[in-house]
T-cell receptor, first 111, second 112 residues
Framework: GESVGLHLPTLSVQEGDNSIINCAYSNSASDYFIWYKQESGKGPQFIIDIRSNMDKRQGQRVTVLLNKTVKHLSLQIAATQPGDSAVYFCAEIVSYDKVIFGPGTSLSVIP | DTEVTQTPKHLVMGMTNKKSLKCEQHMGHRAMYWYKQKAKKPPELMFVYSYEKLSINESVPSRFSPECPNSSLLNLHLHALQPEDSALYLC???????????FGSGTRLTVV
């Protein structure tokens, strides 16, 4: 069946280091992917998205990479800060209006 | 206004109670969604409304009943819930498929 998964359920990084969060997806027909950040007690917050006709997209301190050959998605956070501590979900648009979320990675930033 | 507002933030209800969750957005988004999220799990889609019409029901039990009174409001009516229905219920809205969602902060529901 369709699934979106993450390689690492938890990730701890030192403040100032770069973070890389990975995601594997199985639906090769999906053409749009989103990364969300969810802090404790809050709803998911849009971070960055990428379409399947792109390999890389950059935002402020974040970069998303898409490798369609191996169906792999990653989120890179530069100069990780304590405020980046949260659960990060990759999400895949599988059909009109239907989004499937991956299992999530908990990022902890060590001061 | 760029927010999705959900009320109440917390709700405790008995298994014989009837309650409603409310969601509101004033961004002109044409699609609204209900998600259920258990602890340490990703959000799971329940219902999708597109242009005020129910377009997706992910085989949700009938004890959950959605309603979209107008393009800005979305309700979730709850009746005869089970303790396993305790979860964070998230509402989201979107301009369309490729624009991502804006989520509310959720209603933390506890069924006793």
């Amino acid at each position: 069946g369709e699934s979106v998964g993450l390689h690492l359920p938890t990730l701890s990084v030192q403040e100032g280091d770069n973070s890389i969060i990975n995601c594997a997806y199985s639906n090769s027909a999906s053409d749009y992917f989103i990364w969300y950040k969810q802090e404790s007690g809050k709803g998911p917050q849009f971070i960055i998205d990428i379409r399947s006709n792109m390999d890389k997209r950059q935002g402020q301190r974040v970069t998303v990479l898409l490798n369609k050959t191996v169906k792999h998605l990653s989120l890179q956070i530069a100069a990780t800060q304590p405020g980046d501590s949260a659960v990060y979900f990759c999400a895949e648009i599988v059909s009109y209006d239907k989004v499937i979320f991956g299992p999530g990675t908990s990022l902890s930033v060590i001061p | 206004d760029t927010e999705v507002t959900q009320t109440p933030k917390h709700l405790v209800m008995g298994m014989t109670n009837k309650k409603s969750l409310k969601c509101e957005q004033h961004m002109g988004h044409r699609a609204m969604y209900w998600y259920k999220q258990k602890a340490k799990k990703p959000p799971e889609l329940m219902f999708v409304y597109s242009y005020e019409k129910l377009s997706i029901n992910e085989s949700v039990p009938s004890r959950f009943s959605p309603e979209c009174p107008n393009s800005s409001l979305l309700n979730l009516h709850l009746h005869a819930l089970q303790p396993e229905d305790s979860a964070l219920y998230l509402c989201a809205s979107s301009r369309g498929q490729v624009y991502g969602y804006t989520f509310g902060s959720g209603t933390r529901l506890t069924v006793v």
